[in-house]
């Protein structure tokens, strides 16, 4: 029997409750960040001056970067002198910045870029010649910088004399504010203090670095991507996790590694801001900076972090969701020899049809499969794949279904389509499918779902209002992000078809995934 799955409308019936917190809300990296920083390539050597700055503006313009999102030309530390001037004011190198930073912001902008700088919320920055930071000075600075034309600022967190995190760097927020002019904010605090920046990031700045600095080793890479991995909830539209800046290019890492470096950043969402000098890299570094299909992953406007979905020995596959339905996936290998690494489209959230279209967003091959997802990975590569449904489609997630009481979460990974439903805990709360049958008969459905307790969560499930199933389990599964099913037979009749599942406990129904109908 053909069926055709219709969403139900759901509008009216979710609530959304949102944290009363202040909040950032300067309406910027709604993707993260794409740019340039000089930092990873000269450090504080005199190579880092209006020359090289204006050299990589021509090369965003004319290598086509620019045209591929590449927007910010950042200046790392050591752009100042050691002294402010007689009114306080922080004073641009005359060697480096013979012309100011000024003349140097109105070039960028003149081919349609943007310009970032940085200071450090401490007394000096981290360089030891001793600039000058913006502890104490932060209005200050903060107007400086506006009335140059800047629209970034890294702040970073030397010589901050033990002065509480969250205060130095919500300070430096309120001043950027105050300028009325949209400037992106870094934090580059590390994720250092308790609390967590990661915890307060997300209604201070637009990014926050989650890491020390990254070196252009595989080492010193991969522990970055580990400990930034972890982090995915954290991440949104406006908010990003920051393991550093790019190496690629640099000559530290292999083109294999260097391609895992630009994959497990873009799967991860991560800024992506050029650590090398674009007048001196080969032609390989632009074939990786310009991937379009990876970078499409990383500035997916639905703004998700992906996530870990298994790590077998250093075998690991990352799954990110995307706004079209689509799933990126990433089959990364951290070992030291080739190996197979495989996964399915069930297991990495985007089950329920009938085949599958893989992109291969390096090779850009495409071919088709009916759920199985499998590589040869050389060692430290990555196979990155877009995977999406190209068969008949029996699935309705439950984020599309209505939900009388609940809200519709992501914070356990592991889940179909965009989210689950967390009902609220309670004996009543329903989630209800419409879904239309061409004619009478008998389906199976299969509920995916998730329990991290021990209690079997049962309800009781009606099509068109009967009550079919009395108290149907939904026993635990392990975690909130282990994620199993249910399945039984019911029969439909043709035509318009509700499917009704009540929690019947006052824990409510468990975090309910999916509805497939075979
Ligand atoms: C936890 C869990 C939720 C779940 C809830 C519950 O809060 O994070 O996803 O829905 O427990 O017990 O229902």
Redesign the pocket.
């Known amino acids: 029997m053909r069926i055709a799955v219709v969403a139900a409308l759901v509008a009216t019936s979710i609530t959304i409750t949102a944290p009363q917190v202040e909040a950032l809300e300067n309406g910027l990296a709604r993707t993260p960040p794409m740019g340039f920083n000089n930092w990873n390539t000269t450090g504080c050597r005199a190579e880092f001056n209006e020359a090289m700055v204006k050299g990589i503006a021509d090369i965003f313009v004319n290598k086509g970067l620019k045209d591929v999102g590449y927007q910010y030309v950042n200046l790392d530390d050591c752009w100042a002198k050691t002294t402010r001037d007689s009114n306080g004011n922080l004073v641009p190198d005359p060697v480096r910045f013979p012309n100011g930073i000024k003349a140097l912001a109105d070039y960028v902008h003149s081919k349609g870029l943007k310009i970032g700088i940085y200071t450090s919320a401490g007394t000096k920055t981290c360089n030891t010649a001793g600039f000058p930071g913006a502890l104490g000075h932060e209005q200050q600075d903060a107007n400086l910088f506006a009335s140059w034309g800047i629209d970034y600022l890294k702040y970073d967190n030397c010589n901050n004399q033990g002065v509480d995190a969250v205060q130095r760097y919500t300070k430096m927020r309120d001043a950027l504010k105050n300028t009325g002019r949209p400037i992106v904010y870094s934090i580059c605090e590390w994720g250092r203090s308790e609390p967590k920046v990661w915890t307060w990031g997300p209604d201070t700045g637009n990014l926050w670095r989650t890491t020390g600095d990254i070196s252009d080793n595989w080492t010193s890479m991969i522990g970055k991507a580990k400990a930034n991995r972890v982090l995915a909830q954290y991440a949104k539209p406006g908010a990003w996790n920051d393991p550093d800046m790019l190496e690629v290019g640099n000559g530290g890492m292999t083109a294999t590694e260097y391609r895992t470096h630009f994959s497990l950043w873009a799967i991860m969402a991560a800024p992506l801001l050029i650590g090398s000098d674009l007048r001196k890299v080969n032609d390989d570094t632009f074939t990786i900076l310009k991937n379009t299909d990876v970078i499409a992953v990383d500035q997916d406007p639905l703004g998700k972090q992906g996530t870990v979905i298994s790590n077998s020995n250093g075998l690991v596959v990352y799954s990110k969701v995307l706004a079209n339905g689509d799933r990126a996936v990433a089959l990364s290998n951290e070992n030291t020899s080739t190996a197979t690494i495989s996964t399915s489209a069930s297991a990495i959230g985007i089950g329920g049809s009938s085949s599958y279209t893989l992109k291969d967003l390096w090779s850009k091959q495409t071919r088709t499969t009916t759920g199985s997802i499998s590589a040869s990975v050389p060692a430290h590569g990555t196979v990155m794949y877009r995977v999406s449904r190209s068969g008949n489609v029996n699935r309705i997630e439950a984020e599309n279904a209505t939900i009388s009481q609940g809200v519709v979460?992501s914070?356990?990974a592991g889940f179909s389509g965009t989210g689950?439903v967390?009902?609220t805990?309670a004996v009543g709360p329903y989630v209800e499918w419409t879904i239309n049958a061409t004619q009478a008969g008998t389906v199976t459905l299969t509920f995916g779902y998730?329990n991290?307790?021990t209690a079997n969560?049962p309800v009781d499930l009606t099509v068109n209002g009967t009550l079919v199933r009395d108290e149907l389990a939904f026993n635990g599964t392990g975690a909130?992000t282990n994620y199993s099913s249910v399945t039984t037979t019911v029969t439909l009749v043709a035509g318009e078809n509700k499917i009704r599942v009540t929690a019947t406990t006052a824990?409510?129904?468990?975090?309910l995934d999916y509805l497939d109908i075979t």
């Open positions: 979460e914070n356990h689950f967390n009902g805990n998730a991290g307790t969560r909130w824990n409510g129904a468990a975090n």
